[in-house]
């Protein structure tokens, strides 16, 4: 690969555009010509996670198709997307190659904790805009920050470790008092960040010693940590980790018939990690999620979706193995969010073009930080004054079946952290 080449390289076009990698006013930035802007990710589309990776890309292809039916100021968006099979080292690589090799403008739908984490400071010190990251670590989380390109749109799994926390002793209509609140974690990223979010929440509520902690490594036997609950009598249980780790942790709870209610997070949001089992043997499953499809708004931006993702197969901009992934009732939510990362990159791009800016990084980022950016089925989320928090309104789901279908259905709506405290 070729290095530095973003710090030092300057390239002459056919068109006579100048490319820039600093986004120096008046200047294009790499990936963009007169007629195209090249955007890439490094997704997971094969091993574990090819469940979330390949829907997740559909749903962004989709979006794009029907953009560049009519393009963005005379510019259509190619999309180059590589395999990280899931491997942190791997996914390194590939972000470097898409910024150095393939010189793309901007990083759309970043994808995977291994991954996201290794990139960040790589992303920043380059300068490159990166939209939406489809994980919720920690390090996405930026106070103020302007200029900042990392643009989080998924919740900071921090914030959602106090929603849990809040909706847990709060919803008593739910689950009664909790006197006692168990918390499993893995020890990898995921659970980490959500811990934090939970021990913030409980010292907030001055609640720290009413919880029982068990740490357990991904992918081991949790028989001992869920005993070891179920021994302390808890009353509700908060799984912080990811989807892949959720279905064991579950299946070791319900196993030992530890009846209480699990609350886990968003990314967990779909039918496909929560075990059928587990419910049908009376555990109540409950996940937080940030997509509203219950509201008039949110079912007309689903049918819009629901539109874009069959014109996309017909126009053969999807495969029929993607468009099978997107539309599985229990991954569906993956392609959705591709939808939305490709959709808010977009606002971006009609922001620059609006205020007849050129197209370079930094006034793509002032045009995100300008003001809110809505989206379909969900938002707005607020960029301005540098803020890189994700979203903070978040719905509670529970698992079950609902006219003889497993399903997720709306236990909540969409709230705020405080609102949820007022309660």
Partial sequence: MRKLRLSTGVFALATALVVSSCGVTGQVAQGVTETTIKIGNAATTSGAYAAVGV??????????????????????????????????????QMIEKLVEDDEVFAIVGHFGTWTVGQTLPY?????????????????????ESVGNPIFAVQPIY??????????????????????KLGVIYTTEDAGYSIKVGVDDQLAAMDKTSI???????????????????????????????????????????????LKVPLLTSYVSAATGYIPEAVVNNGVDVYTNAWVDLTSEAGQ???????????AALAEEKITAIEYAYATNPAL???????????????????RVAEGD?????????????????????????????????????????????????????????????DEILAK
Avoid: C
């Fill in 55 to 92: 829907p997740f890309n559909a749903g962004l292809k989709a979006r794009l198709a029907h953009e560049n039916k009519t393009g963005v100021d005379g510019r259509t968006i190619e999309f180059v997307t590589y395999d990280d099979g899931g491997l942190a080292a791997q996914g390194a």
């Fill in 123 to 143: 992303l920043r010190d380059k300068g490159v805009p990166m939209v939406y990251a489809a994980t919720g670590i920690n390090q996405l989380y930026f106070e």
């Fill in 158 to 179: 921090r914030s959602e470790g106090k929603q849990l926390v809040a909706r847990a002793l709060k919803e008593t209509e739910l689950f009664g008092t909790v006197d």
């Fill in 211 to 257: 919880a029982v902690f068990q740490a357990v490594a991904p992918g081991s036997d949790y028989s001992a940590a869920a005993t070891a609950l179920k021994n302390a009598n808890v009353d509700a249980v908060i799984v912080a980790t990811n989807q892949v780790n959720f279905s064991g942790i579950a299946t070791a709870i319900s196993a030992i018939d």
């Fill in 300 to 310: 007309d931006g689903f049918e819009t979706y629901s539109t874009h993702i069959e």
């Fill in 332 to 350: 569906s939510a993956f392609a959705i969010a591709g939808y939305i990362a490709a959709d808010i990159f977009i606002t971006g791009l009609k």
């Fill in 357 to 417: 800016d050129v197209l370079n990084w930094e006034n793509y980022i002032s045009a995100l930080e300008a003001e809110e950016v809505s989206f379909p089925m969900g938002g707005p989320i607020d960029f301005t004054n540098g803020k890189r928090h994700g979203l903070d309104r978040l719905a509670l789901l529970k698992a079950g079946r609902v006219e003889d279908v497993y399903t997720l259905s709306v236990a909540r709506p969409l709230e705020s952290l």
